[in-house]
């Protein structure tokens, strides 16, 4: 946690996603458009060790396309290790030499959380589009009832980048009495016109697809070409202008061929985002895709100054707001306008922009500054709301 | 032209596209990829009179998705007039007491000019992916022969928006003893990494499409869910995020709907999106789409210092450069970037950015700063190089 300049080797090392069955179908999950769930899966990870009185526990949420894996590998030979892990292991700032870090599937997702692609107890075949409409508020609230499963009933804080950063907003308006901090990252309050366009392209890329069939293609070949194209698209929205001209310009992929080989002559960007395309469906449902753009375009906590201030009244943890300059899917105008209504509304809130050439994805990426800030956070609410090892803690703070 | 405060109301009244054939099958039109094309059929409207000396040409460049219909209406009841009217007729900028103002349909289209939906002589049936690649100087070349069937072998000024932009740009690198004037409007030098993926994204949702057929579909359905797709995406880049807002914001397009609706309940913004893509597939070819961002894509007059400095070097036209503050598809960076080539070759040109909310799209909408520097610009033209009714001109002049 204080010890920035060897940190990045430290890794959590080998890890396993672990599964768990929540709700029954006498009991379901009630869900914000009154229909229910039950037996609802939950895929999770865990990193560090819980303490005694429980009081070291850190949600993670992730964005659109992550999953439960955020840090470590599952194998010795995996190429990639989880989505965060530049910034979860010992020694980073999600050290898990002193906090218990929890990750999950989203609900609705596609990698071990109940979600469109799972059985319909009803029907016996996979839900499709029979699967109910969900929100960032559900999402919410189905960790919080892994969270109640594992015993813990407070969180030290929740953290999330891009819409993991729209539900670690909710849990601060939804669970206000049970965390004590929470760091929003790259995100926004509501998504704009522009951003629910992105998505609603994507949307009609995915339903246009002849494979798609109202969604019911799970026997029969995935609507891949939709959700590629769907993927291309956003993915050009990650990046920054400046990150792609750097990264590719206007290079060849092939240097040696010429105009006249017509639309074979392609751009390096061209390769490189069909790869994107091509790799992300072999690992992701297109149902998924649909139901979580859908759940991000909802979201909208303040919509009304009568419902803000109902909303935020009983909010009293520490925020912290992270946007990135070359962030134009989420620009920092996005993070300013959620600090601007936590303040009118008297919050403990932090915001902080970080300079990167990375965009939206900067959020991932190692990154000295933002690095630092994260930790300064969640040291400062070690010390405070953790009592036993505060004595290192302390002395790491202090030689920074 | 000089008449700012009534001259929204001057239309060219009712006008028709005509159309022509250029070069045959033995002296056929060459192409930058080294094929060639023959016949090539043209289509394009003029407005205005030609002058006795022919000294008061102006060469319109229609962007991506434009046709030869730039100006007035074809039929009295036509609900919408041409794609430039807000700046072509008596009194207007391109004022049509004083010009005759040449619109011709780019090749490669699918508006009455030879493109990939033409019927290849070879097989008797449409071209489809054996159209030749072409490029924005093949643009230029076609609309030049145009003007020499015409009898026209100089013009007073070319000028486009976007794509139109690119071509206007051409014709002062490649026809610099044959024009005076050149105006590029929402424009750039050339398409950056970002650009060329938005392009990229399109046309693989185009090819995609299972009605695609490798280009070969016109004897059946067309792909137009995937250039529905494509059109969709690339009308987001038209629109500045803040024109989004305005004119959508989070409005739903059916009040009543409730979340529970589910994938039914649309934002505004997305029922805008779907039916412009719907209108664009009536009357816009999946080939042509193809084709003509591919040029986009590879339009680079200057890549490289020794090549700048020669293609530049003939050059002696008066340039002007237009840009507007909200456009992020070729934002003003773009248009500055061509500036600097243009001064560092001691080029003779002007550049001006206007303040608009409407993104790329405001070169065709009316603002009054915008009219009021294309009218300068072409009224000095006329000055200096129409000797005739330059009294008349003058007098407009002194009174702004």
Redesign the interface.
């Known amino acids: 946690m204080n010890n920035m300049e060897t940190s990045s080797s430290h890794s959590v090392g080998l890890v396993e996603t672990q599964q768990v069955t929540l709700f029954d179908e006498g009991d379901p999950m009630p869900l914000?458009?009154?229909?229910s769930l039950g037996p609802v899966q939950v895929a999770f990870e865990t990193y560090g060790t819980l303490n005694e009185n429980g009081s070291n526990v850190i949600l993670l949420c992730h964005a659109l396309s992550g999953n439960a894996h955020a840090a470590g590998r599952h194998h010795p030979d995996d190429k990639k290790s989880g989505w965060w892990d530049n910034y979860i292991g010992p020694g980073k700032p999600f050290d898990t030499d002193y906090f218990f870090v929890i990750s999950s599937n989203n609900l609705g997702g596609c990698d071990g959380t109940t979600g469109p692609s799972s059985i319909n107890p009803e029907s016996g075949r996979p839900f499709g589009?029979d699967f109910p409409?969900i929100?960032i508020g559900d999402m919410a609230r189905l960790q919080k009832a892994l969270l109640a499963h594992l015993g813990i009933q407070k969180v030290l804080a929740v953290a999330g980048g891009s819409m993991g950063g729209m539900i670690a907003l909710q849990w601060a308006l939804d669970y206000p009495d049970d965390l004590a901090g929470c760091i929003v990252i790259a995100s926004t309050p509501?998504?704009?016109?522009?951003n629910?366009?992105?998505n609603?392209?994507a949307?009609?890329?995915i339903?246009?697809?002849?494979h798609f069939k109202g969604g019911d293609y799970y026997e029969s070949n995935h609507p891949i070409?939709?959700l590629?194209?769907a993927r291309?698209?956003a993915h050009?929205t990650y990046?920054s202008?400046q990150a792609?001209?750097i990264?590719?310009?206007?290079r060849m992929q092939n240097p040696d061929a010429t105009?006249?080989d017509?639309?074979d002559q392609?751009?390096a960007?061209?390769s490189y985002?069909?790869y994107q395309?091509s790799s992300f469906v072999t690992k992701f449902d297109a149902n998924t895709y649909?139901y979580i753009t859908?759940a991000m375009?909802?979201f909208?906590p303040f919509p009304d100054p009568e419902t803000t201030a109902k909303r935020l009244e009983p909010v009293n943890c520490r925020l912290m707001v992270m946007s990135f300059d070359t962030d134009w899917r989420f620009d920092t105008s996005r993070s300013k306008e959620l600090v601007k209504i936590l303040n009118m509304h008297n919050k403990t809130v932090s915001f902080e922009e970080f300079t990167s050439q990375h965009g939206h994805d900067a959020f991932l990426l190692k990154s000295p500054d933002y690095q630092q800030s994260l930790s300064s956070f969640l040291v400062r609410l070690y010390q405070d709301f953790v009592h036993g090892p505060a004595q290192a803690m302390a002395q790491g703070v202090s030689d920074q």
């Open positions: 914000d458009c009154g229909r589009l409409m929100t509501r998504l704009t016109a522009q629910i366009a992105f609603a392209v949307r009609q890329a339903m246009v697809d002849p070409n939709g590629a194209v291309m698209m050009i990046l202008e792609l001209d990264k590719f310009g206007r105009q006249a017509g639309f392609d751009f960007v061209e985002l069909r395309g649909l859908k375009d909802q909208d």
